[in-house]
Antibody, heavy 120, light 111 residues
């Protein structure tokens, strides 16, 4: 069964940085795009970043462009989200999600999420 | 990258059918057949119910169906059951630089 396990969340001050990781198992990792989707407390879903199966193409929402960087290590079946210059509005549960295809077309499996809190 | 528009809430009695709409633009919903629908229960991760407009993943009840017309996609739940009470989100591929765009979400209440 597909498993996605996020880690790296926590409390960080405004302007700080965090690196999220997502370890994947039970599928051919390099064949699928991966996405990071966040959900602020009591709010809806927002797709903040995505990366193609090879890592050659990356995608960002305008709200995080220039501050967040997505990457993947296909030898370790892991995708990362480096978050810099964090703001209070970045506070959310961050989900790692596996796409159905090599390029982002819509997730089919989701991790359980990791909470990021940006506060002084 | 504006969110797709969904009604905030939809309700129905057990056994009834309800439909949730998802309105976008020609840059997302109207331009591509990559619309998905997700169910999310409180405190849980989303679960895909429909992908590519109208396809059901293995294990999803056939009471769930999807369709699209122009810039609006729809999710229909027939034979409404108590376990269907949850939040539902649509999503679409988008021609912008974003990896995808989600709808505003719809809370389904079973009366």
């Amino acid at each position: 069964e597909v498993q996605l396990l996020e880690s790296g969340g926590g409390l960080v001050q405004p302007g700080g940085s965090l690196r999220l990781s997502c370890a994947a198992s039970a599928f051919t990792f390099s064949s699928y795009a991966m996405s990071w989707v966040r959900q602020a407390p009591g709010k809806g879903l927002e797709c903040v970043s995505g990366i193609s199966g090879s890592g050659g193409s990356t995608y960002y929402a305008d709200s995080v462009k220039g501050r967040f960087t997505v990457s993947r290590d296909n030898s370790r079946n892991t995708v990362f989200l480096q978050m810099n210059s964090l703001r209070a509005e970045d506070t959310a549960v961050y989900y790692c999600a596996k796409d159905r295809t090599f390029s982002p077309r819509g997730p089919d499996y989701w991790g359980q999420g990791t909470l990021v809190t940006v506060s002084s | 990258q504006s969110a797709l528009t969904q009604p905030a809430s939809v309700s129905g009695s057990p056994g009834q059918s309800i439909t949730i709409s998802c309105t976008g633009t020609s840059s997302d919903v109207g331009g591509y057949n990559f619309v998905s629908w997700y169910q999310q229960h409180p405190g849980k991760a989303p679960k895909v119910m429909i992908y590519d407009v109208s396809y059901r993943p293995s294990g999803v009840s056939n009471r769930f169906s999807g369709s699209k017309s122009g810039n609006t996609a729809s999710l229909t739940i027939s034979g409404l059951q108590a376990e269907d009470e949850a939040d539902y989100y649509c999503s679409s591929y988008t021609s912008t630089s974003a990896p995808g765009v989600f709808g505003t979400g719809t809370k389904v209440t079973v009366l």
